[in-house]
């Protein structure tokens, strides 16, 4: 599941209030940020509006519980094994914050105009009054992540004791010389932590107190701050990561604990790959679905760790290397156009092998299963597409005259050497080859069909020994 996209702020629209007194009059009020999310939340329920765009799999499940902590106004962790989606459900969460937010001009910690929070600004908001300026901030600048690391700092998430103010002649105890950190500055939004318990134990104890009282305590002494923030965490099961863990105290003051899986569908699995692989050649389907059934398969095996968990960022690594290699193909051999084909899924093992962790005693093992699995994914997928077709022919025709295919065999010259045959034709109509002048679809079809017939012993599958630049084979 993507996570590296960097929000676009739009263009702020004309007419918004500059003033408190504008503001004020506008009819405004100050909402706490959880009753912001949970009477938008509400309405997308109410009108039919889809509140998780590309959230895959998790309707019947994840996102029930997760409506109705919003609605509770809970703070929240999500629980699940890596690549299940946790980073990506809670950067979702902005979504349901109003658009455009008004916030005092030049407050640190974006405080709402009609509730002023710090020193400087209370004190601003009595010297100006109506007059006091106000500016705009779109929701996408509401939402702060951080990453846990072990080497991060209460100073990090809380703040510090900034030098410069205390040599502008501001004594220690003065409020305003703090330097805020991010929880502070994420007043009036949402504060995401990733993988929790990666946070030394002492530094969650400081958010103890952000959580339960609201305030911040920075060098000994407290500073009375009623923040409006939506602490929210992601986090490893404890069977899996042996990093850390989250503190009883801390786990206490979540208001609701959800674990996440991975797709529970095929479907599911599929449209997740659809959605976050970016594709530089075409896929068809069908090749989607075998990588598909082959994370499954995966993540139904003894011989991986499941505890570490099969990531969906494999699937989409691996339907992203199998696009690749047509690609490649097609620069090596001057094909036109470039389309991936069951040869090129032999790709994805050695170069994907490191993203999983074998359980122990598996050593020397670990290729052997991954072609397993692989023709297994292959064999149910191949049976489920042409379930019905009658291959005898397409048998006796490539026992009689063998077909090459290879990495480096073009698909006009697949489609060259296929028997005209009627079954071929309704193989490729079925797997959606039929009607295009593109060769690689059909040559897809017809390697798809063969690989099956292989699978099932009807046919043989040999190296063809003059091929010394890539993989090529001969079925006969």
Not at 29 to 35: D, I
Not at 108 to 132: C, F, K, N
Request: glycine content about 8%; charged content about 25%; hydrophobic content about 40%.
């Amino acid at each position: 599941m993507s996570e590296s996209a960097v929000p676009v702020v739009p263009e702020q629209p004309a007419g918004l209030p500059t003033t408190v007194g504008e503001l004020r009059a506008s009819g405004a009020v100050a909402r706490s940020v959880k009753t912001e999310l949970r009477d938008n939340l509400l309405d997308a329920l109410r009108s039919g509006r889809d509140p998780w765009p590309g959230i895959v799999g998790f309707d019947a499940t994840v996102l029930p519980q997760l409506e109705r902590a919003i609605i509770a106004g809970h703070d929240l962790v999500l629980l699940g094994e890596r690549g299940q989606g946790k980073t990506r459900l809670l950067r979702t969460l902005v979504g349901l914050l109003d658009e455009w937010s008004p916030v005092i001009v030049g407050s640190e910690i974006g405080e709402h105009p009609l509730d002023p929070v710090t020193v400087g600004s209370r004190r601003a908001a009595a010297e100006q009054g109506d007059a006091l300026p106000v500016g705009w901030r779109h929701r996408s600048e509401r939402y702060t992540e951080k990453l846990a690391t072990p080497d991060t700092a209460v100073a990090d998430l809380i703040g510090d004791i900034d030098p410069v103010k205390v040599a502008e002649g501001r004594s220690l105890g003065d409020p305003e010389t703090i330097h805020f950190g991010l929880v502070p500055r994420a007043h009036r939004g949402i504060m995401a932590i990733n993988e929790l318990p990666d946070l030394a134990e002492r530094i969650q104890v400081s958010l103890l107190n952000v959580m339960e009282e609201r305030d911040i305590q920075v060098r000994g002494y407290s500073v009375r701050l009623p923040l409006d923030v939506l602490l929210v965490a992601s986090a490893n099961p404890e069977d899996y990561t042996n990093r850390g863990r989250i503190i009883t105290p801390l786990k206490d003051r979540f208001g609701a604990e959800i674990r996440t899986h991975y797709p529970l569908e095929l479907a599911d699995e599929v449209a997740v790959i659809e959605q976050e692989a970016q594709l530089p050649a075409a896929v068809p389907a069908h090749l989607l679905e075998i990588i598909a059934r082959f994370v499954r398969h995966l993540r139904e095996s003894s011989a991986i760790d499941q505890g570490s968990g099969v990531s969906a960022r494999f699937a989409v690594a691996a339907a992203e290397t199998v696009a690749a290699a047509a690609l490649r193909r097609a620069a090596l051999t001057g094909e036109e156009g470039a389309t991936a084909r069951p040869v090129d899924l032999e790709s994805v093992l050695p170069v994907l092998r490191g993203k999983l962790e074998f359980a122990t005693g598996q050593e020397g093992r670990e290729s052997e299963l991954l072609e397993h699995l692989l023709r297994r994914a292959t064999a149910e997928t191949a049976r489920h597409r042409l379930r019905g077709l009658d291959l005898s022919p397409l048998v006796d025709a490539v026992t009689s005259h063998p077909l090459r295919t290879g990495d480096r065999v073009p698909a006009a010259a697949v489609v060259d050497a296929a028997p005209n045959l009627e079954v071929v034709g309704q193989l490729a109509e079925r797997l959606g080859a039929a009607g295009t002048e593109d060769p690689g679809p059909f040559a897809a079809a017809v390697e798809l069909a063969l690989e099956l017939l292989f699978l099932t012993r009807k046919i043989t599958k040999e190296p063809d020994a003059d091929d010394a630049t890539g993989t090529a084979v001969s079925y006969g």
